[in-house]
């Protein structure tokens, strides 16, 4: 093995990719340039590009970057850095001009090298980092009402919320997961009144969702017939939220029974919460945001409503408190902010909600200045919005005003994959469970397929296509590599190994991509987009399929084989890893 490594290289330590010990070849490409333009090298690593063509090498340098600060054009730069970059150990031994841009070649048996090292290394962990370690990151996402539906609408923030609580927990980060349950509000009063009349009618314990809904309708009808019914609903959550003892236990009743509904659609999904902490809970918090923001003369009467006026921001105000003197849900959340600096001392506080509420957090996270926060909170409060859901013909519900629950549509998507098992391989063993990571894998994927900010839509006939860019296809290929392993009966063994069988284009493609999975991974995060990492599964997947496709693996001599099943074997890896980050689960066989 080590004959094949170049002897400088050999001796050299690796340099550190986030905290991955893969040689870095843009940082070194970014030293070299900063040493000879006297130019931070920091500055130099941001512009450094992956050309669109691969023909065109693995990295470019846009030198007229640089055409300012060294008064030439970017041509003649570009000439003066190739004459005098040298790398000492031959990490890149090809650089080329193309125009203004410098193109780098990097050494291919030292890549090769240092992604399956690493690879064997760090197994399931390969692509992670302590990056985040010592930092808290609280996500607030999901957050369905108490006594109404898990519908469809909260599908996108579920799963959106979910993968990036696992990319930023890859990347060392302590995360708190917060489903702040919308469990308080006036609504409740009406719930209680309903209750009292008519809760012997229906079965809550046996279905509550669906109960509760029912009476919620009923008595909501009655309100608007009868204005003295409204207004005993209106004292019901004023003795609610004055702690009268059968309106709280009629409450936590509802609480209790709707949390244990959604544990369903949770527990399908495989999500968990570090805290159900919702808005019922900062009800004894508010009167010290409503004192602070008194004290800073801020808080204003306008048309009977309390207001921090915002139109120096060129904002609506943030309605504090309604003209009959309840509090908001403006308030609550800054409620939240408050308790939430104090008690998890926050590095990044991430609310994973619809656009529709970009206003509303603006808002807040104005107003949350004045609350005598250190700035490290106000500074780090982060609303990730996200589109809707349309489905194919512009319409999420099969008949006018019916609301679609995501159990049932989980559940539908379970069904038509057993269809599709039954009609291609009746004989699968595990035919149900199977068919459960498939299709609500193909629900995740479709969601988190495209950026966040762009409309979801849904259509039945290409999520569950097995050869589309879908959550099937990366399955399907995954399965793939698990069954080229069984066959050979290999097991892993990197000694084994003879870089120089993995030069050919199809490999050297699949070990580009995975030498890039942990910055994937990273920019994921950063930019708190799950699809950057949902686009790199698919082309892994299609790599290594082109791969499988024109190469025979089994059956060649020794070396070349081994070559290949521990690249096959490494690629597998990684599909199942970053799929899990996207929170979706990996069939063994299909």
């Known amino acids: 093995l080590c004959a094949l ?8 330590k690796n340099i550190k990719k986030g905290e991955i010990n893969l040689v870095d070849f843009k940082e070194i490409i970014a030293k070299k340039i900063g040493e000879i333009s006297n130019i931070d090298s920091k500055n130099i690593y941001e512009f450094i590009e992956t050309p669109p063509n691969k023909e065109m090498g693995d990295y470019a340098f846009p030198c007229f970057k ?3 600060e060294l008064k030439k ?7 003066d850095l190739k004459e005098q970059l040298v790398f000492e150990n031959n990490e890149i031994p090809k650089i080329d001009i193309a125009g203004g841009y410098l193109n780098f070649y990097v050494n291919e048996q030292m890549l090769i090298s240092t992604v399956l090292k690493e690879i064997e290394k760090s197994k399931e962990n390969y692509g992670s980092s302590n990056v985040g370690q010592g930092k808290n990151i609280v996500i ?3 957050s369905p009402n108490i006594a109404k539906p898990f519908h469809i609408g909260h599908l996108r923030t579920t799963v959106i919320g979910n993968s990036i609580y696992k990319i930023y927990k890859f990347l060392g980060y302590n995360c708190i997961g917060v489903n702040h349950l919308g469990d308080w509000g006036t609504q409740f009063g009406k719930l209680i009144e309903g209750y009292k009349r008519w809760g012997e009618e229906y079965n809550i314990e046996e279905n509550p969702i669906d109960e509760l809904t029912k009476i919620y309708i009923r008595i909501n009808n009655l309100c608007k017939e009868d204005e003295s019914v409204l207004n005993d609903c209106r004292n019901n959550f004023k003795k609610l939220e004055d702690g009268d003892e059968y309106c709280t236990k009629l409450w936590k009743k509802f609480r209790d029974l709707s949390i244990k509904e959604f544990q369903k659609v949770y527990d399908m999904l495989d999500i968990h919460f570090d805290s159900l902490n919702g808005e019922a809970f900062y009800a004894d918090k508010m009167a010290e945001v409503v004192q602070i923001l008194e004290k800073t003369g801020k808080l204003v009467e306008s048309e009977g409503a309390r207001i921090i006026d915002l139109s120096d921001k060129n904002m609506a105000p943030c309605i504090i408190g ?10 609550r959340d800054l409620a939240a902010i408050m308790y939430r600096a104090r008690e998890y001392d926050y590095d990044k506080n991430i609310y994973v909600t619809s656009y529709e509420q970009i206003l509303h957090f603006k808002q807040v996270f104005e107003v949350a200045k004045l609350l005598g926060l250190d700035e490290k909170y106000t500074d780090n409060l982060i609303h990730v919005p996200f589109g809707m859901i349309q489905s194919k013909d512009g319409r999420m ?23 599709i098992i039954d009609a291609k391989n009746p004989n699968l063993e595990d035919k149900k469970e199977i068919a459960k990571k498939i299709g609500i894998g193909a629900v995740i994927f479709n969601d988190l397929y495209n950026s966040r900010i762009k409309d979801e839509v849904f259509d039945w006939d290409t999520m569950l296509n097995f050869n589309g860019e879908t959550g099937p296809y990366i399955q399907y290929i995954y399965v793939r590599t698990k069954s080229v392993l069984d066959k050979s009966g290999y097991v892993p063994k990197l000694e084994s190994i003879n870089f120089e069988k993995l030069q050919d284009k199809k490999s050297l493609e699949i070990v580009k991509l995975i030498y890039n999975f942990g910055e994937i991974v990273k920019q994921a995060a950063e930019k708190y987009e799950p699809y950057i990492l949902a686009r790199y599964l698919i082309s892994l997947a299609q ?4 791969f499988y496709n024109e190469n025979k693996i089994i059956g060649e001599d020794q070396q070349v084989q081994d070559a290949r099943l521990y690249l096959t074997y490494a690629t597998g890896l990684v599909l199942e890893k970053g799929a899990n980050l996207l929170g979706i689960k990996m069939p063994q066989k299909m």
């Open 140 to 142: 607030d996402y999901s």
């Open 5 to 12: 490594i170049p002897q400088p290289w050999r001796e050299r």
């Open 73 to 79: 054009a970017p041509q003649i730069i570009a000439n």
């Open 322 to 331: 309604k003209t009959n003197g309840s509090t908001t849900y403006a308030t």
């Open 397 to 419: 519900s099969t008949r006018e005003g019916n609301v679609i629950k995501l159990e049932d549509l989980l559940n539908e998507a379970v069904s038509r994959v057993e269809t």
């Open 66 to 68: 640089l055409a300012k």
């Open 543 to 546: 790599a290594f399929s082109s």
